[in-house]
């Protein structure tokens, strides 16, 4: 009897001491009413923020987790989480949050967690930053959306690209460039090109085996070392459109045909914003016209202008926008042409 009231003694102090019976919740800094947190924005870009915040808790401490919680609603139980990894002197730590939307409100609240207990911040907000029209450049409010879900501006140059960069003016017809080259040169056509010299010997884009070794590449190498000219000659974002940014600026703009820019002599077509667009707001893509073998073609007719989009269904070709007085239609054409570029940038 003596053994069995001295077990059931310490089965009970034994209860008494586990942390959902312990007044404190687990030593001291394991109760709600003992953690603390506060922060707020420190710095806030168009597709990000950084947050720094200060708690009593040292997040190297057991299962101890601090951070913050967002989302564009004020649904926080099903909104995005963020952990801070580390922290500084008097336990303040930072937490950086990229792919976000530009000029987008967030909402969000600082926590702390020790165990079962959590602690939150009062509901705060930041707006990012609405993205800069780049000097040079022409703003439509186009505004599309990256296959990741975020979405981005689109600006357009106001000239024509050319060897040492932008032209100076927008009659200015700029330079001629094989698709996926990065130079210009004498003469246009496969015993030049630089990625194969048939269409049955293509080194690089190519998504068919008939046309050489596949790599599955359907966009051009931005950056410095890439294939995109217009990434390569010009700092920045810069760089040439997709075949989908062509759609987009068809779709929000006017392209209207004028035989004599500002009374310059030089045809093109003028590009408006179809709704609020004015003068004030545009561009002119010139009919440059084209280089095919050592020959210039069509100026003054016809325009031609790459994107940096591979023709998929016919490998030895790329997309392009092309116009006359009559009409504008994107089609694919061989890569080895010189056509013009006109850059964009975010």
Do not use: H
Not at 95 to 124: C, H, M, P, Q, W
């Amino acid at each position: 009897m003596k053994k069995y009231l001295f077990a059931l003694a310490a089965l009970g102090l034994l209860f008494a001491c586990t942390p959902e019976n312990n007044g404190n919740n687990g030593g001291g800094q394991n109760n709600q009413e003992e953690l603390t947190v506060t922060g707020e924005v420190s710095e806030i870009t168009e597709n990000s923020a950084t947050l720094t915040g200060r708690t009593n808790l040292p997040i190297a401490v057991g299962d101890a987790e601090v951070g913050i919680v967002y989302d564009e609603e004020r649904y926080f139980e099903e909104g995005k989480k963020m952990v801070a990894t580390e922290a500084g002197e008097n336990n303040q730590f930072t937490v950086t949050i990229t792919g976000l939307n530009f000029s987008t409100t967030y909402y969000y609240r600082f926590f702390v967690r020790k165990g079962a207990a959590v602690k939150y911040d009062d509901e705060k907000s930041f707006t990012t930053k609405e993205p800069p029209c780049p000097e040079g450049a022409v703003d439509f409010g186009i505004v599309l959306t990256r296959s990741d879900g975020t979405k981005y501006k689109l600006f357009w140059a106001k000239t024509n690209l050319c060897e040492s960069g932008l032209c100076a003016k927008p009659e200015d017809y700029g330079d001629y460039y094989a698709w996926g080259e990065t130079a210009t040169k004498l003469s246009y056509y496969w015993t030049s090109y630089k990625w194969g010299t048939d269409e049955t010997a293509l080194t690089k884009y190519n998504t068919n085996s008939s046309n050489g070794v596949p790599d599955n590449k359907t966009i051009l190498d931005s950056g410095p070392e890439g294939d995109d000219v217009a990434a390569k000659k010009l700092s920045g974002k810069w760089r040439m459109p997709t075949e989908a940014e062509w759609d987009a600026l068809c779709m929000y703009c006017a392209l209207t045909w004028t035989p004599n820019y500002n009374g310059t002599g030089v045809a093109g077509r003028i590009v408006t914003r179809k709704i609020g667009g004015n003068q004030d707001n545009s561009i002119f893509l010139p009919a440059a016209g084209y280089r095919l073998g050592t020959e210039l073609r069509s100026r003054g007719t016809l325009g031609f202008y790459w994107s940096s989009s591979l023709d998929t269904d016919v490998t030895p070709k790329a997309r392009s926008i092309d116009f006359n007085l009559e009409s504008i239609r994107q089609e694919g054409n061989y890569r080895y042409n010189g056509y013009s570029v006109r850059p964009v940038s975010e």
